[in-house]
């Protein structure tokens, strides 16, 4: 079961990203250009604000040793594929999604072993430490970022062929992510249930407070309420089968990927919430057009 589920999993990783690359283009980076205040405004949330605060509810919390680290490690990864889905659903700026997800993607390789590496250092004293080792971050650059690239590849050299399997690469997307979740929890279910009300109160708690900073934040620096809501479930919904891939494949640690499994199932009744709260408020923000003379 063990080593069926390690080989599993970066499989199961590589099919979520490659449908992300599917729905990327190169003009999804290029366009970062056209708004880079909201773009700039979501990624300090995503990847300074939050870490902080993950890392205070962490201490909040008591929560400690391997899943400290698993937490932090759930918040440094980018987001996830059903950001998209849930934008779309309240009115977002969905194409801020996408090239907001993509620099995600990039940027995480770099940042993601950083924050481990830190979580490391302080919540198992040292040992077994990652360090930023070059081998590290060539793992975390093959689980992200080349299933992605082929997608973007396929999807520019096969046009139409990506345009009619988008949708059901999507759904297939998110089957494995859920399989993947389930599974984590299942090969860990004692640790699951032993921490179960620590990682539940701290997953809904990131979840809600990331999708107000997500949405509240850029709202404070003006920025448009439809890209407030794009960066709201950017940042509120994190890619937690990047971050199970990471603790079982490259940290070889299963306790580790606990938290970002837990999160995967909980961030979804925030997500609802959100969803409909900020879709029904962009709609009473949004003047109705002036009536045909």
């Known amino acids: 079961m063990g080593s069926m589920f390690t080989v599993f999993i970066p499989l199961a990783l590589a099919v979520v990203m490659f449908g992300l690359g599917l729905t990327l283009t190169v003009g999804d980076f290029a366009r970062v250009l056209r708004y880079p205040k909201a773009v700039v405004i979501a990624l300090l949330c995503q990847m300074v604000l939050l870490p902080v605060i993950c890392f205070g ?25 059903s ?19 993509a620099i995600n993607s990039i940027l995480a390789m770099f940042t993601l072993p950083l924050v481990v590496a830190l979580a490391y250092d302080q919540f198992l004293d040292g ?11 060539i793992q975390v650059f093959a689980i992200v970022l080349v299933p992605a690239a082929i997608g973007m590849w396929v999807h520019r050299r096969f046009t139409d062929w990506s345009e009619r399997m988008r949708g059901k690469v999507k759904i297939a997307s998110m089957v494995v992510l859920a399989v993947v979740v389930a599974g984590a929890i299942a090969k860990q279910i004692d640790t699951f249930t032993d921490n179960i009300g620590k990682l539940a109160a701290i997953s809904l708690l990131l979840s809600t407070l990331s999708f107000a900073i997500g949405y509240y ?7 448009d309420p439809r890209q407030a ?7 509120g919904i994190h890619n937690g089968a990047i971050a199970i891939a990471v603790a079982t494949s490259v940290l070889h640690n299963d306790d580790m990927a606990v938290p970002g499994a837990t999160y995967g199932v909980l961030m979804n009744i925030p997500a609802v919430a959100a969803a409909y709260l900020l879709g029904r408020q962009l709609r009473r923000s949004t003047p109705e057009p002036a009536p045909i003379a």
């Open 83 to 101: 950001a998209n889905l849930f934008s779309h659903i309240a009115g977002g700026d969905v194409a801020l999604n996408i090239s907001l997800t």
């Open 229 to 235: 809501v794009a960066s709201a479930m950017e940042i």
């Open 217 to 223: 934040v850029p709202r404070l620096f003006a920025i």
């Open 127 to 137: 040992e077994a430490n990652l360090g930023l080792r070059p081998d590290k971050f």
């Open 57 to 81: 509810l962490i201490h909040l919390f008591g929560l400690d040793g391997v899943l400290a680290v698993g937490m932090m490690l759930l918040v440094a990864a980018p987001g996830g594929p």
